[in-house]
């Protein structure tokens, strides 16, 4: 049935990226361009009083933005809307706009920011996830809270009320950066009409236009938005860049030059979203036999300076907090607190990891403290067909988690590695051991979210730069090098049962293309592939009824591998003769295609009751991991995962996600470290931000297991975050199973197994 | 010149400086020797051009370029020692025969310098400069007991040990009018083993949180006859561990003389907590690398 889906074929844009064609936004040639500069307050929190301009510097030769010039309103559009352009009165994060700048050279730019001085009346600041907890238990009311969402199943005290023992635990994950290659990059050129034209690195070309609506003080129609090549996103790209936007087109608005703003390696670590760092007190009420009577959960996370994305954030959080486990009584609290620091925004997982961390290290010590195997632990309580989520979802016969977890075990030889663990008395000095991870993602927006969302694809049927028929795809999903542009065209092919040479996904345009929605949260593969596939079946309808009028004098007439056929006749004409026949005679054609939520899928946002994700992939992972005495220094030599991420549209593309993301969660896991000093990262530059090299990877084993999505075609899930969300629990439990030592903070480093091989030995 | 409270804003850039390129020693030794034409020296740049990027040091109004001068370019051996030129590569040091064999140690250390560009750009001169303690090159130097000669166009040139020329953190004993001109380091006699060793956060790429080298030899009979080790990153300078050389020198290599050199080094190092790792882990490794190199050289062939 499927010709293209399921093919490795290599990548479309691989060739001009490898070539290093590929025009990135600072690449973009733009004629008399003006350099934008962001004018930033050096303390975290306070009273801003006055702009002090130096007199010495001729203000006359650049252009200056300070909140009076904003047409709109000084408000960042996102939930919460508590975040201004550029701060006016309150300052709330080192680093936080107070004014910019454009100039014809970048250095005049700097030089002029340079000379634009902030007067703020300092007040005190909390910068720390640690100062937030302290203060959670102490006096909660003292915090300032963000966002705030529960979750509650069954009654919990019936739940503790049943149980013979309750496991209480702490687990604590820090800032992590993105780093993607491309740093952050926009320009902005004002147009004729009065509006302005936005090109640049992102993720989510829907988002910026309608989030600068009341800022810019113009209708959407004047805010065109363009995506140029991204070298690379993981969340960093996806509200972030409306900021950026909104700068460039304050700028371009007033100068009336183009202008751009293009982040350095330093800016962009120190003035960009991390991943939101995490809080989770885990209270498990459990029977002597291992079963699950109840989980408790306070699940928070630190927002940063405002709530941009993070209540999303905190949903799809408190939503794994529970995930993969059956439990009649479930309670969630779950908060964002906000801190003096950059707002934390989106990162692949996007609130997951963090949850998945703080569940999979607590379900092997509730194993542990049962003395079971972590295997029996969870073969016991893991979700079945016909079991219910925390939130009373349904799993259903297209998912089923206990296959992967038996088929990873399978591959690992998990018990029989288990044996040979250390646990704690190292062998010829070193201290081995073996620990595992269950895990699901929810693919798509939370709950009904999609159905709100109603994601449009349609497909042109036009000529190309050549003169030649071509059927280009218009979506808003975006490449940021996961493989948007290969996938599409190889559904979209299928869709249409033709070649791929035929087939084109342009760059996308708000001009061009209607809202398939932004490309995030493991949405694009499920739900905008099977919206293209479906747009390809109603242009493939079209062609087959004007061919049989047309050509086949009125017989049926079908299209299938690049040919269209009448059975009655036997005649056969090639799809491009059927083109270039149709845009002669009928002109250019476009067809629609909007993604449907099946009506099944119920949902309550108010108390996160019902289905709470149209589909969940899974994955198991299993860490084997070596410690070595002599310098504390922990490698992770291999990792066995297996995946179900529903249909695979390409097996090679895939298994890149998977590699790259267990390679980022490693990172996550063991090396990536940020600490707040006076309000600013410390490790602000690549020197001091280590993440992994191809050298520390571990050796993968990897594997698939296909439960396609049963409500579209072609049924993929989600492939783009389930990488990321296992790799440090399962490493922190190799680390439990070597060395008899848990870790409840990631990342864990030489330093913190040195100290805690030091305190053992010192209580013992 | 950053704008006061944004770290991220630097105003001026590379093109700003006046770069004078002069073709052999006494040319650049002139230059150097007059205040009017003075400039930063220049080497690779892969030091100074991230030290101006991040506004960690002002550009220079000019600077030197002693990359290709021919003089610094030397790598051979005279006598009983190495000669390296001070603008030698990393890469030169890694895969130079002469080095690998004559120097094991010194080529392990410089194949671990950054990725492949620095190593091709970077420079034992500009390592040995910079006098970073987390520069990788110095121990090396220290443990084969280096001479560094220096030269002036005024006094000509001067002779030092390693260890007397490395001053403090960041800080060489080099004139304002002198350049570093080559290395001369003892070739390793037969029977002589070395060893390097360097813990960073992750397996390449990776800057120093400590690392160290030996060069150390042993009778039939198990007496250590020869030991110089040296560790970086945990003192203002890299820094040679005398009190481990003199108490194991003499000494049959057993395990209570491995355990209690790991304690003298251990307790004779006072590193600090930054970025890359803390105090008292580096305390605690620095003993443990000495323990790991005391053990290389007593399972070596001749032990
Ligand atoms: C990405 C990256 C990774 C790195 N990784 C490592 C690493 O793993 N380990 C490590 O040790 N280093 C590392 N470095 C630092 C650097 O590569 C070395 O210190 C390098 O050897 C410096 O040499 P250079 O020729 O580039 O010096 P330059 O930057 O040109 O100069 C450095 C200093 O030496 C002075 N100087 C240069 N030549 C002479 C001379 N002949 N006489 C007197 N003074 C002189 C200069 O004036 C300057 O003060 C890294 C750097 C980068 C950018």
New binding site residues.
Partial sequence: MFRHVGKGVTRLDGDEKVRGITQYADDLPIPDCWYGVVVRSPVMKGRLTSLEFDPAFDFDRVCVVTPGDIPGENVVDMMGRDMPFIAHDRIQYRGEPVALVAAPTRRLAREAAACIRPVIEEEPAIQTIREVVDTYKKSPDRLEKLSGQTIRKGSIEAGFADADIVVEREYWSGHQEQLYIEPQGMVAIPEKDGGVFLQGSLQCPYYVGPELVITLGLPLEKIRVKQSAVGGAFGGKEEFPTLVAGYCALLAMKSGKPVKIIYDRHQDILYTTKRHPSWSRQRTGLKKDGTITAMAVDFILDGGAYTTLSPVVLYRGILHTTLGYRCPHVSVDGHVFRTNTFPNGAFRGFGAPQAIWALESHMDECAEALGMSPVAFRRKNCLHIGDTTGTGQVIEQNMDPPVILERTLEKADFENKRRQSTRGVPVNGVYRGIGLCFFGHGSGFTGDGERRLRSKAALDLEYDDHGKPVVNIRISSTEMGQGTLTIMPQIAADGLRTSMDHVRCPLPDTKFVPDSGPTVASRTAMVVGSTVYGAAELLRHDLEVFASETLFGGARVELDDDRFTSAVTGDSRPFIEVAEAFLKIRGPHRVYNQFKLPDTIKWNQETFEGDSYPSYSWGCNIAEVEIDTLTCELKVRRVTGIFDIGRLINPVLAKGQIEGGLTQALGYAVMEKMNIVDGLYDASRMQTYVIPTALDTPEYDLGFLEYPYTHASPGAKGVGEIPMDGLAPAIANAVKDAMGIRFNSIPITPEMIFEAIRAKESAA | MAARGDPGIIVRTFEDIDCAFPSNLSEALALLGDEATRG?????????M?QWESGSVDMPVRAIS?KSLPE?LVLKIEGAHVSIG??VT?WDLRAAPVVRDALPSLAAAAA???GRQ?QM???I???I??ASP????APALLADDASVVVASAARGERVMTMESFLLGYRKID?QPDE??VRFEVPVRKEGEKEGFRKLGPRAA????KIMGNYRGAIAGDGTVTLFRVALGSVAETAVRLHKVEDAVTGQALNDGLIAEAERIASDSIKPISDIRSTADYRKWVGGRLIRGFLEDLKASPSG
Avoid: E, F
């Fill in positions: 930063k020296l220049l080497a690779g740049g892969t030091d100074l991230v002693v610094l001070a603008a990393h671990t310098v950054g620095i750009m970077g420079t001169g500009g390592s400069a910079n987390a520069g990788d090159l080099l350049l570093i790429q990776a800057i120093s």
